[in-house]
């Protein structure tokens, strides 16, 4: 969020812009900030998340702006080890990094930060967060299979509605949420759909592209129009390198946080295609709606985010069972796992990722642990060409 401080950009440019849409989404942070100042100024409420368990549809329901506060900065990460342990997650160094130095606007001008109980980093990063920021802490349970676990978290997701309630002093009506669901489906659906063009012998655009095409805040109705524009134009496109030539790869493990894209850029630049993205940054957080026939909105809620497969849930079998399915669409020809640095959960179970991939999917399998620093980079650009070398050679001594 490096660019965060520079001035909002104007509607005439929102305007301009909307008439190439790839370029629309080239300035997250203005676009974002510009949407958050103009909503907030209307009396809306900011209200800053860091997990894809936190359902926005109950923040969009309290008239409330969700906003992604997740950090991908290397310099924030650094500055956070003032205070926290070197050697924890760069996502979390730098979520707290911002807050320190006061260089995300948008947690800056947060009314309520909605925090999750994941991963132990991240839950005791929030203890030091809350002393700055008013924050409500969700308690999310681990074990996905289990209906008592599912009842604890359907209370806890009344407990937030109710928090959101009595902090903006509003009411979240039945009509309210399902509107708010609605809107929700409709931008998972359109991502869905975008990240479905790279299915093809031919995508229309690369990982890199699709991945830039998001927004630190859901559900602004500029987006959704953008998206769909972005659908009905890339028909035809053509992508250089061109996509016969390169190794079809799928990404999983951790998310891309805003600033952090610098690996999946050297998977690109090595002459791959990274085809699937199942991490939260990427398939994951959309491949589920909201059941919009379910007669309580708020059970239909928790049973979408209760099925997100977070490697912090045990067992987390549902993960296996989507990147199987996925690899099958996308024609995946290796996998390459991404840890940041010091993700236990990620990393311990990246054991039956590889087991997967090499007993199971046949395919070729690269686990990376990195952090946001560029220190690396030719070394990890030597160990993608390493594995692309393996995909082509097997490919050779098929034909
Ligand atoms: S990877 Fe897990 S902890 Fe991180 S945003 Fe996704 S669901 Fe939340
Ligand atoms: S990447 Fe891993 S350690 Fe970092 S915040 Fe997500 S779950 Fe926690």
Not at 129 to 157: G, I, N
Not at 202 to 226: H, N, V, Y
Not at 360 to 370: K, S
Request: with cysteine; net charge negative; proline share 6%.
């Amino acid at each position: 969020m490096e660019a965060a401080c520079s001035l909002p950009i104007n509607n005439a440019d929102r305007k301009s812009n909307a008439e190439s849409p790839m370029t629309y989404f080239q300035s997250p942070v203005e676009n974002g900030l510009a949407y958050a100042v103009a909503r907030k100024k209307e009396g809306a409420r900011i209200v800053g998340i860091m997990c894809e368990y936190t359902p926005r549809e109950l923040i969009l329901a309290a008239d409330g702006v969700p906003v992604c506060l997740c950090g991908g900065s290397a310099e924030m990460a650094e500055s956070a080890e003032k205070v926290l342990p070197s050697n924890l997650c760069p996502i979390i160094k730098s979520t707290f990094g911002y807050s320190l130095e006061k260089e995300n606007p948008f947690l800056e001008m947060s009314d309520l930060l909605v925090a999750e109980t994941t991963c132990d980093g991240k839950k005791k990063m929030y203890e030091l967060l809350a002393e700055k920021h008013p924050m409500h802490v969700l308690e999310l349970p681990q074990k996905p299979d289990d209906r008592d676990a599912f009842k604890h978290w359907e209370t806890e997701l009344h407990k937030l509605k109710g928090a959101l309630e009595k902090q903006f002093s509003t009411r979240i009506t039945d009509k309210k949420l399902r509107d708010a669901i609605g809107v929700m489906n409709r931008e998972r659906k359109l991502k869905r759909a975008l990240a479905a063009l790279l299915k093809s012998e031919k995508p229309p655009l690369t990982g890199r592209e699709l991945l830039e095409m998001k927004s630190l805040i859901s559900a602004i109705p500029g987006d959704l129009e953008q998206y769909e524009k972005v659908l009905l134009r890339l028909n035809g496109r053509t992508i250089s390198p061109s996509a016969e030539s390169r190794v079809r790869v799928m990404l999983t493990g951790v998310p891309l946080p805003h600033g952090a894209e610098r690996v999946l850029e050297i998977m690109e630049d090595s002459g791959g295609l990274v085809v699937c993205q199942e991490n939260c940054t990427g398939y994951k957080p959309v491949q589920e709606d909201v059941d919009e026939t379910v007669e309580d909105p708020l059970q239909a809620l928790a049973e979408k985010y209760f099925h997100l497969p977070c490697s912090v849930m045990t067992r987390n079998l549902r993960r296996l069972d989507q990147l199987r399915a996925l690899a099958g669409e996308y024609r995946v020809e290796c996998l390459i796992e991404l840890i940041w640095q010091a993700c236990l959960t990620y990393d311990v179970e990246s054991s039956w990722v590889k087991r997967l991939a090499e007993e199971e999917l046949n395919v070729p399998y690269l686990r990376l642990e990195t952090d946001f620093s560029p220190s690396d980079s030719a070394r990890i650009a030597l160990r993608v060409q390493s594995l692309y070398e393996t995909v082509k050679g097997r490919k050779g001594s098929h034909h």
